[in-house]
């Protein structure tokens, strides 16, 4: 099965630093978004993607996230500074218009100490 | 954007069916009946999806009411693997709308 592959899995950072997360789409889809998920909040909406361009970044806090598709091969998340508020877990999801339905991947781990 | 009212938990027993609610009552005309599911310590997964008539596929069926104001996911003999929270979701199928917005979902425990 054609699978979305993020890296790094796990993330360990000091506050204040940079971090990138990384996300290969299934090859074809043109559709690709980035959530987050907490305890407290569940899985969030942070950046939707579609043929590259963003569609929505609405949820995605604008004075230190940054959402790109350099290449329909790869999207990247990034955030600078970090804080301990953002330690969550981030999913990567890709999907050809959602006729048939989204791949999530196994997520980046985040821990901001 | 349209909202689905599910129950926090249900339990079922291994090998029998289980009937998962979704409601759905302000649901429009161009929203998809999404359902995912997310097993511990992975990220969600597609189950199924439908518009108006009853689905099924390898994994379950959906059915769907006649108003479409309600929905139901089956798991037509559950084992351990599927102790998992089911996320019912509604997806517009107008351009630039095709999100999953996710709320909290129904926690399935399986029972051996």
């Known amino acids: 099965d054609a699978r979305v592959t993020q890296t790094p899995r796990h993330k360990v950072t000091e506050m204040g630093q940079e971090v990138t997360m990384r996300c290969q789409p299934i090859?074809?889809?043109?559709?690709v978004f980035w959530y987050r998920q907490t305890m407290m909040q569940g899985l969030e909406l942070l950046a939707y993607?579609?043929?590259?361009?963003?569609?929505?970044d609405s949820g995605m806090p604008k004075d230190r996230f940054s959402a790109e598709m350099p290449d329909a091969t790869l999207a990247t998340l990034k955030i600078q500074p970090s804080e301990p508020r953002d330690s969550a877990v981030y999913f990567c999801?890709?999907?050809?218009?959602?006729?048939?339905?989204?791949?999530f991947g196994s997520g980046t781990r985040l821990t901001v100490v | 954007d349209a909202k689905t009212t599910q129950p926090n938990s249900m339990e079922s027993n291994e090998e029998e069916p289980v009937h998962l609610p979704c409601n759905h009552s302000?649901?429009?005309?161009?929203?998809?009946i999404h359902w995912y599911r997310q097993l511990p310590s992975q990220g969600p997964e597609y189950v199924i999806h439908?518009?108006?008539s009853n689905v099924n596929n390898r994994m379950a069926s959906l059915a769907i009411a006649e108003d479409r104001k309600s929905s139901t996911l089956i798991l037509h003999r559950a084992t351990l693997r599927d102790a998992a929270v089911y996320y019912c979701?509604?997806?517009?199928?107008?351009?630039?709308?095709?999100?999953?917005?996710f709320g909290t979902g129904t926690r399935l425990t399986i029972i051996p």
């Open positions: 302000t649901i429009s005309g161009t929203d998809y």
């Open positions: 979701i509604l997806m517009r199928s107008n351009f630039g709308n095709e999100k999953l917005t």
């Open positions: 993607f579609r043929n590259r361009a963003p569609l929505d």
């Open positions: 439908g518009l108006t």
């Open positions: 090859l074809g889809h043109n559709t």
């Open positions: 999801a890709s999907g050809f218009n959602g006729a048939y339905g989204y791949t």
